[in-house]
């Protein structure tokens, strides 16, 4: 009889180790994986933003390797020196107005003591909404700057404090860039490597059903890329040029701003039509016409573009880009207004994937 009972409590016991064993096991897991998270995790936006990169490059990545006679380190090296050009002209164009635009503020300081304001032009009241208000400021200004300052002192500090973070996130942001590019290019080196183990990946979490939603995530990402991020690069771009062109104070800086409201789908029209209004005031007539014409063409190119770059490839609300732009850079930064416009975007259209394929529930009537 005590030999059945030790039996018969010889399977529980047997049970109990077995989920012990598997609980430890479980546990050892997430710690590894919370471990790696943890190193990882000072890198995600940097290494997230390259995984990006590399997608949207692989295409012409295998026109460069075909025509290199299939070297794809070769041609990784390539598409690295073309993405390092991209990112350090923009960024010498900034520095490079920035440190005229101070050099210039400092050498009149110097010569005169002050700086001094023209007049405002008496159409600038006819502006809608502000107009009185920008006309009663600026003639405060043109009359007596200093007290002007001084009234706007509490104001002025924290616009100052917010340019100077700006231009810190933004050198931070192009030193990240720059290390992005490095790694997109290793990526790219051993892109077919890499498709092979994101399809395993992919195969093990979702089965048959990988292989859909992994090229769903590659079309996406590259039409999220070339109509969002590339239209917002394109008016950016062409806006500094204009802005450049036009002898603008601190166009760099105002093409850094362009570029946050352009991804975030805002639109250039913030900082060119201010910009228009100070050509009119302290510019020739066909100067300020020839700026007003472009920085139309400007503002409307996105109507033209986004539909033949976009539109093929993903159909998504705006709310989500801009969540998604917004949301990253104030999370991650100036690269983070780049890669959560497109995580948001992602993240929408695997949902409304999945959703789509749930059988139709029957009506209740």
């Known amino acids: 009889m005590a030999q059945d009972n030790h039996m018969n409590a010889s399977p529980p016991v047997r049970n109990r180790q077995q989920w012990v064993e ?33 997608v949207v490059m692989y295409p012409g990545f295998c026109w460069v390797r075909d025509r290199l006679g299939g070297r794809p380190r070769l041609a990784a090296m ?11 002209i923009p960024a010498w164009l900034f520095a490079d107005t920035v440190i005229e635009g101070t050099r210039a503020v400092a050498s009149r300081l ?33 009359e007596n700057l200093p007290a002007l300052l001084q009234q706007l002192r509490p104001q002025l500090q924290q616009a100052g404090a917010w340019l100077a973070g ?29 498709s092979g183990y994101a399809r395993r990946v992919a195969h093990r979490l979702l089965s048959e059903q990988g ?16 109509g969002v991020l590339g239209v917002a690069l394109i008016q950016s771009l062409l806006s500094g040029v204009g802005m450049l062109v036009a002898g603008i104070p601190g166009a760099g800086l105002l093409t850094i701003l362009c570029i946050l409201l352009c991804v975030a789908q805002l639109g250039p029209g913030l ?16 100067a300020a016409v020839s700026f007003l014409l472009w920085s ?56 409304q994937a999945w959703l789509d394929e749930l059988p139709e529930q029957p009506d209740a009537s």
């Open 22 to 54: 598997w609980g430890l096991r479980v546990a050892l897991l997430l710690v590894l994986l919370a471990w790696c998270v943890r190193i990882v995790a000072p890198f995600m936006g940097v290494m997230i933003w390259a995984v990006i990169m590399a």
């Open 211 to 226: 292989a859909h939603y992994l090229d769903l995530v590659v079309t996406t990402t590259r039409s999220v890329a070339k």
């Open 296 to 351: 139309v063409f400007v503002m409307v190119l996105d109507n033209v573009l986004k539909p033949l770059l976009l539109g093929r490839g993903v159909n998504v609300p705006m709310l989500v880009i801009f969540i998604g732009a917004i949301g990253g850079f104030l999370s991650n930064g100036f690269i983070g207004l780049f890669v959560g416009a497109i995580v948001l975007v992602l993240g929408y259209t695997v949902l």
């Open 110 to 142: 110097q010569a005169d003591g002050h700086w001094q304001v023209p007049a405002p032009p008496a159409a600038i009241s006819n502006v809608p909404v502000f107009g009185g208000m920008l006309q009663a400021y600026w003639q405060s200004a043109s």
């Open 271 to 286: 900082v060119l039509i201010p910009c228009v209004i100070w050509m009119f005031a302290t510019d020739s007539q066909l």
């Open 166 to 194: 700006m231009g810190a996130q933004a050198g931070l942001g192009f030193l990240q860039f720059l290390f992005a590019i490095m790694v997109a290019a290793i990526l790219l080196s051993y892109a077919d490597a890499g």
């Open 78 to 88: 390539v598409w690295a020196l073309l993405g390092l050009l991209l990112v350090a």
